[in-house]
């Protein structure tokens, strides 16, 4: 039983984030992985949804550029989708009512 306390602080981590806030977050977010991609040569490249290096459903052979931008980028990647993935879970919670 003494995981309950962790699952719950869990699940209540966007409870008191207001949308706004979070909405602010990816703004800052998305400015920080286009300056750093910018940086590295690879502005135009698209963001990579995802951290691992290694995906079984695209398979050990990826773009150069993405396997770039997840290494050099790696800080700013994690951010910018844990980000995402907060307003996401701020969005549906609103939808269904809490």
Same mark, same amino acid.
């Given at each position: 039983?003494?995981? @309950?306390?962790?699952?719950?602080? =869990? ?12 909405? !602010? *977050? ?22 990579? #949804?995802?951290?691992?290096?290694? !995906?079984?459903?695209?398979?050990? @052979?990826? !773009? #150069?550029?993405? @396997? ?9 990647? *994690?951010?910018?989708? !844990?980000?995402? *993935? ?5 969005? *549906? =919670?609103?939808?269904? =009512? =809490?």
């Amino acid at each position: 039983m003494a995981l @309950v306390p962790w699952l719950l602080a =869990g699940c209540a981590a966007t409870a008191g984030i207001p949308e706004q806030q979070a909405q !602010d *977050r990816l703004t800052r977010a998305e400015a920080e992985m286009n300056l750093c991609k910018q940086n590295i040569g690879l502005a135009s490249a698209p963001t990579p #949804a995802t951290t691992a290096l290694y !995906d079984r459903s695209s398979g050990p @052979v990826q !773009d #150069a550029s993405q @396997v770039k931008i997840k290494t050099l980028c790696s800080r700013e990647l *994690r951010e910018l989708l !844990d980000a995402q *993935r907060t307003l996401n879970e701020l969005r *549906r =919670g609103a939808g269904t =009512g =809490g």
